[in-house]
């Protein structure tokens, strides 16, 4: 039972993580993880020992134009690939470059604002989280989070801020419940979801290639799947596949939960997901933010400083 001392300090938490969205100029809706300390399953994933805030959806075409438009008007580390344009004769498009270098400017191809940006590599998703982490605008998207200098071998430095999942917090959030059980599928079932067979019936999840989501559309927008995991985030199985942290091997990292083209076999717990180097463009890859909650005392600190610094700020005056 949560003790007075531990709901203040819940209330805390929340309160602080509201104020940081209200002072953003992207906000991603958060779906809290809890029940830390869970045990792994039996493929040995899943166990987080702190809880964290995990994106409810897939970062979109439309928050990732506005990144583009702050940073990339040179574009020298490739945050933008010509592919997002047409989605390489696949779909519709998500993003459209204009200008010239060092003057481009960036805009969401109409109907796909809430659909995830895809063609983004493992760098461009760990530059994404820099910029959050340092405020957005003009923030720096080579430290914070990564140390981008470190080009493959680049982790995670910061533990109190926004990044891309590990693979335990990416995995938990998609198929552990607060029950105590995993489940298959990250929809919260053990039952193999039936693959699409019209345009326009509601789908739990988008796999399973044609038919397409009303007709030509490919990949769907935010709330326009049903299923959800037991936490309640959307599109972990199907749409895109998303970048995690996580190694294969020497240089090449792991993205989790199977596209619009894969079978539901891609979507299962058990499937490996896909290996590839953070440097690749991948045109059905796209990532979801998770936000760790600073330590308690960081919080307390925050929460007591700010009303400090108003005061003192008025005594100024």
């Not at 200098?149 to 995995?171: C, H, I, M």
Request: glycine share 12%.
């Amino acid at each position: 039972m949560a003790t007075r001392g531990h709901w203040l300090l819940l209330v805390c938490l929340a309160s602080w993580a509201a104020c940081y969205r209200c002072e953003a100029d992207i906000v991603i809706d958060l779906t809290y993880i809890g029940n830390p300390g869970n045990p792994a399953d039996s493929t040995g994933l899943g166990s987080v020992n702190y809880g964290y805030y995990i994106g409810t959806y897939e970062v979109t075409a439309a928050q990732y134009t506005e990144f583009l438009n702050a940073v990339a008007q040179g574009d020298p580390y490739g945050l933008y690939n010509g592919a997002m344009a047409d989605d390489g004769g696949i779909g519709s498009g998500c993003i459209i470059r204009s200008g010239t270098d060092g003057n481009y400017t960036y805009t969401t191809v109409p109907g796909a604002e809430n659909q995830p940006v895809r063609w983004v590599s493992g760098f461009d998703a760990m530059r994404f989280a820099n910029w959050m982490a340092n405020g957005q605008a003009a923030g720096s998207t080579e430290d914070g989070v990564y140390d981008m200098s470190l080009g493959d071998q680049a982790v995670r430095t910061n533990f109190n801020s926004w990044a891309v999942p590990t693979l335990d917090e990416w995995y938990k959030a998609a198929y552990y419940s607060p029950m105590g059980v995993y489940y298959d599928y990250p929809n919260g079932s053990d039952n193999v979801p039936p693959e699409p067979t019209d345009e326009t019936t509601p789908r739990e999840m988008n796999f399973g290639d044609l038919p397409f989501w009303q007709g030509s559309v490919v990949f769907t927008s935010t709330g326009e799947t049903t299923g959800q995991s037991p936490y309640g985030t959307y599109d972990q199985g199907g749409n895109v596949q998303e970048w995690t942290e996580a190694f294969a091997g020497h240089e090449n990292r792991i993205l989790r939960g199977g596209t619009v083209f894969n079978p539901a076999s891609s979507l299962n717990a058990a499937a490996f997901g896909t290996a590839s180097p953070p440097s690749a463009d991948d045109g059905a890859g796209g990532f979801r933010l998770v936000f760790l909650i600073p330590e308690p005392s960081t919080v307390l600190l925050l929460l007591l400083g700010a009303p400090l610094l108003a005061l003192m700020n008025r005594r100024r005056r």
